[in-house]
């Protein structure tokens, strides 16, 4: 049995992506910023790669600038929109606690720099509440910055009503959409939203490529100087084949998502109803407001970088917020945001569902987890403590 | 390349004295959960011999395997040699761990240290 359950981390790339990028590699090495005609046709193959992404999010062709990834595209439109807001006297900027780290360390930087940042609450169930966004906001408020969907517990955030609340208020608002762009409809204009970031690798496209939406009119630095390319914000020849690629993905990502979505809830929750057997675990985020694909688990009494080497020896490919496996001491910083201790965040095993999983695999994952879960709760001193009533059971 | 070496996944996979012995007279437990690493070591020491030995641990697959190859290393050692146990011995006889790991072959060293002080003070205390 070979089931990868970590979709989070990567997808496998789909036929339509491979075949688009080797057609690409074989017929269109031209550069588009060359006037000949191999040239141009490049260039034609890149814009209708562009159009085609920004149909997905009901954007205009020229608010898509391809980039090496997600965490290229959160740190330009993070630092764009400081940096703007500093010439006006506006260096107050608005985040929260479990964000993914290309926009937290962006942030930390910003704040070396002189910056002030806020970080909200994202509550117990894991999602943050856009009458908080709007109490933060102050007159030196230059940047929102909220992620659409956690890449660990695959909480949405109310990105429409947040948009909203920063287009009031005049403040700029960016969304790390890494874990949410394919799987989730969006509608750039509807909800107000100024940046977008995305990675084609997260729906089936390849890796070392991704894309900023950045609205008309929205400040745009480059973090990358050099040649004209994406009018003049992100030199360096452009990566063709894996922006064709990242195209084919996403629009056959959007055509497929009615259907996916529905399947793949429906063995999400299963998945949530059989591990939730499992005495003394707990699902970590919202229940509902949750990606169609993620799960997400803390259970008492043992670690997770062990609960992940034994899943994996069953064929099973696994995802922990455990210290052992972030290579600190400390454990998710997302599961620690809501609020769970350290002694059970470092119990954690995050599941995430894809194209390739059904619901034998649904099945199979959860005996395997019940297995392995007691097998080591069996010689864990922390387990032996709880039972015995030495320390109280927190879950 | 792996993240373990194949000694460490074979003492992860098949941890060696694992358990509790119920009428041990040395028991030394290390480490915290806040940090993610307990190890408790149970010793029965007779005649200044290490008769038998067990452990229970709370950690990542380094810590079970370090906790596993050390009781290995002690069985039926006598205290003068069980005292001198390093972790890099252990980390040695383990084939290597990666650097970030190694604070779990220093659990075991300590595991083993603290259940000889138990012991000690119950002798003391006898």
Known sequence: MKIYADHAATTAMSGAAIE?????????YGNPSSLYRIGQRAKEVLEAARAEVAAVLNARPEEIYFTSG??????????????????????????????????????????????????????????????EVEAAIRPETCLVTVMYANNEIGTVQPIREIGAVCRARGVLFHTDAVQAAGPLEIDVQAENIDYLSASGHKFHGPKGVGFLYARRGVPLLPLINGGAQEKGKRAGTENLPGIVGLSAALK??????????????VLRDRLIAGLSEIPHSALNGDAEKRLPGNVNFCFEGIEGESLLLLLDEKGISASSGSACTSGSLDPSHVLLAIGRVHDVAHGSLRLTLGRENTAEDVEYIIGAVKEVVSYLRGFSPVWRDLESGKTPHLL | MALYSEKVMDHFLHPRNVGVIEDANAIGEVGNAKCGDIMKMYLKIEDDIVKDVKFETFGCGSAIASSSMATEMIKGKPLSEVANLTNKAVTEALDGLPAHKIHCSVLAEEAIHSALEDYRRRQEEA
């Open chain 1, 252 to 265: 056959e990502t959007a055509a497929e998502r009615d259907a996916e979505n529905a399947r793949l809830s």
């Open chain 1, 20 to 28: 688009a990028m080797t057609r690409c590699m074989r017929e269109e």
């Open chain 1, 70 to 131: 997600g965490s290229e595209a959160d740190n330009q439109a993070i630092r764009s929109a400081a940096l703007a807001g500093k010439k006006k006297g506006k260096n107050h900027i608005i985040s929260t606690a479990f964000e993914h780290h290309a926009v937290l360390h962006t942030l930390e930087q910003l704040k070396a720099e002189g910056f002030e940042v806020t970080l909200l609450d994202v509550h117990e169930n894991g999602v943050v509440r856009p009458e």
